[in-house]
């Protein structure tokens, strides 16, 4: 058995052919990163992470690919490509993985079986008490657990860390907004229906850290076309199916489309040009140079670097016409606002030449990941323009037809990179309206848990593939699911993969949801354990304990807040019970009062053993409401009132008993 040290072998992992990336990496592997015991492997690690940055550490992982074989056979098989026919597992932070489990679907299905997963009994479902005691008892360190990807800490071995490190800010606003959740569903005392508004100022809390320099992105929906990329685990072929009928049915040129969307990197070959020309006439003219003369050396690069540009994008790409790419060339420079920064008479320095090559350096770096926004605008109608589906490649197909292209596209993400090209702004926003005004009408006529689960699937599955915002659309979504999950009784879900609801079908994701209300239970029952695993995956990263406080620290508060609130409307309760004598009412025989007052004092008292709300609500809801006021007073129907108000569970009751009243009713009568 040999050992090889992969470095950032966990992003392989996520990549949508995890299995040909090991091996096409595993044929160029170096001698050095080859050890015969683990340990070895283990300490090489360890001697990397030592002459790292804190920072760099963070954002870099390792990991082992354990081989059936000798060193000596290594090499051989590593010439001729078959090292993949002798993986045994791979090892990743100390946890190990069966080569048979690389693939996200079967890893899936191993913790499926770990938490014993069945079809899940509707009553099960239910919150049994209000959700931010239920959040409470799980321990702080996993709460992040509710809100990101199941598949990044149990598949992936990561944590809210390397989520953080991928994008700064958005780990403390998946807290806030959660605590702003939790402020929300338990202080309205008139809830309002859903609306557009209310879905982007999910978004804007959402972002709002993560888009610090980009504020026009927080809660703004999109103002042009849009895409996002169908991974391999976001797709299913019976979602492929939907999708393609759709697209067909709708017949519509500025509709859903599916195609390969190209970075072409205009702004960043422009800018590159435009640096090494400045680079290399900084260092071979004589300085210092007069203004007037910079000045025509810049417009010479400048038109150099044009021309230069559009011959090397065309060369590339023949399709694309010279006068887009000079269009968006001077849309950049005109953004950037480049020449009246350096072609500013009155700020003038002899060293310009080589600060306009280092600044236009760094906007090619930045611009070669992430291009402007015209940039985008001319990539996605491109993409359009050569879409491998859209209502008219698929007008003339039969039902056959379309779930045979279904399959293709299922096998083709797995290496071909496609996205799926959503409609244009306009239609976009109408038809979440419409989607958020029908589930207005179909929650209120819901009358089981799994009715509920069907309208929210229905209606975030159409936000989410219509992608009504720039950026954040998938975690909007995901919390807009557990937001109206909790509102209407449920326990949230922890979704394996969020992006599921992207192109799962809507049975499938009802399926899903499902089984992400087990796995919050799961959490919630195996801290412990979890716990210990978190605690291998932060490693040495310990630094991040302090950070971690800060971040979580409104949502404690929020919850630790409701809870003490909670505990002292519990406590007004038994002191009322305390007092309550058979004699308490003329009415009624003494055997009936003391029955009455006995049957309520035995479901408080299994309420204080298992704190299940839902059920001692339920038992008392199902006496007659005169007989409890004549019985055992206004003072306790009062304060139990209150509760239901305070805890909201009376949402939950309508799926397991008949209520007297409606919470409504009470809080008019009660505010």
Same mark, same amino acid.
């Given at each position: 058995?040999?050992?090889?040290?992969i470095?950032n072998?966990?992003?392989?992992?996520?990549?949508?052919?995890?299995?040909q990336?090991?091996k096409d990496?595993?044929?160029k592997?170096?001698?050095?990163?080859v050890?015969m015991?683990e340990?070895?492997?283990?300490q090489?690690?360890e001697?990397?992470?030592?002459?790292?940055?804190?920072?760099l550490m963070q954002?870099?992982?390792?990991?082992?690919?354990e081989?059936?074989?000798?060193?000596?056979n290594f090499?051989?098989?590593?010439?001729?490509s078959?090292?993949?026919?002798?993986?045994k597992?791979i090892i990743i932070?100390g946890?190990?993985?069966d080569?048979q489990?690389?693939e996200?679907?079967?890893?899936?299905?191993?913790?499926?079986?770990e938490?014993?997963?069945?079809?899940?009994n509707?009553?099960?479902m239910l919150?049994?008490?209000?959700?931010?005691c239920?959040?409470l008892k799980?321990?702080g360190?996993?709460?992040?657990?509710c809100f990101i990807?199941y598949a990044l800490?149990?598949?992936?071995l990561?944590n809210?860390?390397?989520y953080?490190?991928?994008e700064?800010g958005?780990?403390l606003d998946?807290?806030n907004?959660?605590?702003n959740i939790?402020?929300?569903?338990?202080?309205?005392?008139?809830?309002?229906?859903?609306?557009?508004?209310?879905?982007r100022d999910?978004q804007?809390s959402?972002s709002?850290?993560?888009f610090?320099?980009?504020?026009s992105?927080?809660g703004?929906?999109?103002d042009?076309?849009n895409s996002?990329p169908i991974?391999?685990d976001a797709?299913?072929?019976?979602?492929a199916?939907e999708l393609l009928?759709?697209?067909k049915?709708?017949n519509n040129?500025?509709g859903?489309?599916?195609?390969a969307?190209k970075?072409?990197?205009?702004?960043?070959?422009?800018?590159?040009q435009?640096?090494?020309?400045s680079r290399e006439?900084y260092?071979?003219?004589?300085l210092?140079?007069t203004?007037?003369?910079y000045?025509?050396?810049?417009?010479?690069?400048k038109?150099?670097a044009l021309?230069?540009?559009i011959?090397k994008?065309i060369e590339?790409?023949?399709?694309?016409?010279s006068?887009a790419?000079?269009q968006i060339i001077?849309?950049f420079l005109?953004e950037s606002?480049?020449?009246?920064q350096?072609?500013?008479e009155?700020?003038y320095?002899?060293v310009q030449?080589?600060s306009?090559s280092?600044?236009t350096?760094n906007?090619?770096m930045r611009?070669?990941?992430v291009p402007?926004?015209?940039?985008?605008a001319?990539e996605?109608g491109?993409a359009?323009?050569?879409?491998?589906?859209s209502h @008219?490649t698929l007008?003339n197909?039969t #039902?056959e037809?379309?779930e045979? *292209?279904?399959? %293709? =596209?299922?096998?083709?993400v797995? /290496?071909?990179?496609?996205?799926l090209l959503?409609?244009d702004?306009?239609?976009?926003e109408?038809?979440?309206k419409?989607a958020?005004?029908r589930y207005?009408?179909?929650?209120?006529?819901a009358?089981?848990?799994d009715?509920?689960?069907l309208?929210?699937?229905?209606?975030?599955?159409e936000?989410?593939i219509?992608?009504?915002f720039h950026?954040?659309?998938c975690?909007?979504n995901?919390f807009?699911?557990?937001?109206q999950?909790?509102?209407?009784?449920?326990?949230?879900?922890i979704?394996?993969?969020p992006n599921?609801l992207d192109c799962y079908n809507i049975?499938s994701?009802v399926?899903q949801?499902?089984?992400g209300i087990?796995r919050?239970?799961?959490?919630m029952t195996?801290s412990?354990e979890?716990?210990?695993?978190?605690?291998?995956? @932060?490693?040495?990263k310990?630094?991040s #304990?302090?950070?971690?406080?800060? *971040?979580?620290? %409104? =949502?404690?508060?929020?919850?630790? /807040?409701?809870n003490d609130q909670?505990?002292?409307?519990?406590?007004?309760?038994?002191?009322i019970?305390?007092?309550q004598?058979?004699s308490?009412?003329?009415?009624?025989?003494?055997?009936?009062n003391?029955?009455?007052?006995?049957?309520?004092k035995?479901?408080?008292?299994q309420?204080?053993?298992?704190?299940?709300?839902?059920?001692?609500i339920t038992?008392?809801?199902q006496?007659p409401?005169?007989?409890?006021?004549?019985i055992i007073g206004?003072e306790f129907?009062?304060e139990?009132d209150r509760?239901?108000?305070f805890s909201?569970?009376?949402s939950?009751?309508?799926f397991?008993c008949a209520?007297d009243?409606?919470?409504?009713?009470?809080?008019?009568?009660?505010y």
């Open positions: 058995m040999i050992y090889i040290v470095k072998l966990p992003h392989l992992l996520k990549t949508n052919n995890p299995l990336h090991i990496t595993l044929t592997i170096k001698p050095k990163l050890f015991s340990i070895e492997a283990a090489y690690i001697s990397e992470y030592k002459v790292m940055s804190p920072q954002s870099t992982s390792y990991g082992l690919v081989l059936d074989t000798d060193k000596s090499y051989l098989l590593q010439s001729e078959k090292l993949v026919e002798v993986l597992a932070k946890k190990r993985m080569a489990l690389i996200v679907e079967e890893h899936e299905k191993q913790q499926l079986a938490m014993n997963y069945e079809e899940i509707p009553q099960d919150l049994t008490e209000p959700y931010p239920s959040l799980i321990p360190e996993l709460r992040f657990l990807d800490f149990h598949h992936y990561e809210w860390i390397a953080n490190t991928r700064p958005s780990v998946l807290f907004t959660q605590a939790c402020r929300s569903i338990f202080s309205e005392k008139s809830p309002e229906p859903l609306s557009i508004k209310h879905i999910l804007a959402l709002f850290n993560l610090q320099t980009e504020k992105k927080s703004k929906l999109r042009g076309f996002f991974s391999r797709i299913n072929v019976e979602g199916i009928k759709r697209i049915n709708e040129e500025n859903f489309m599916i195609g969307v970075h072409f990197e205009i702004v960043h070959i422009y800018c590159m435009l640096s090494n020309a006439r260092l071979s003219t004589k210092p140079l203004f007037q003369k000045n025509e050396i810049f417009t010479e690069i038109a150099s021309k230069n540009t011959k994008v590339q790409n023949p399709h694309i016409r006068d790419l000079e001077n849309s005109k606002k480049i020449e009246e350096f072609l500013n009155e700020k320095k002899p030449l080589d306009l280092a600044y350096h906007i090619a611009a070669k990941l402007t926004k015209v940039e985008m001319f996605l491109v359009r323009e050569n879409a491998w589906i @008219t007008k197909t #039902d037809e379309l045979t *292209i279904a399959k %293709q =596209l299922v096998t083709s797995k /290496d071909t990179s496609l996205s959503t409609p702004p306009v239609s976009a109408e038809k979440a419409m958020i005004d207005n009408v179909d929650i209120n006529t009358k089981t848990p009715d509920v689960i309208c929210i699937v229905t209606l975030v599955h936000l989410e219509l992608h009504v950026d954040v659309n975690r909007t995901y807009l699911l557990n937001e999950l909790i509102k209407h009784g449920l326990k949230p879900a979704l394996y993969n599921r049975a994701l399926n949801v499902k089984q087990c919050y239970d799961y959490v195996n412990v979890l716990f210990k695993m978190n605690e291998s995956i @932060t490693g040495t310990k630094s #304990d302090k950070l971690y406080e800060i *971040i979580s620290s %409104q =949502l404690t508060e929020v919850i630790t /807040d409701f909670y505990q002292m409307h519990i406590n007004n309760l038994e002191k019970l305390l007092r004598t058979p308490s009412s003329g009415l009624f025989s003494s055997r009936v003391t029955g009455m007052i006995e049957e309520i035995m479901l408080f008292e309420f204080k053993i298992d704190q299940n709300l839902l059920s001692f038992g008392i809801n006496m409401r005169v007989e409890l006021n004549l206004k129907l009062d139990f509760l239901i108000i909201q569970i009376n939950f009751c309508q397991t209520r009243q409606p919470v409504q009713q009470l809080n008019n009568q009660i």
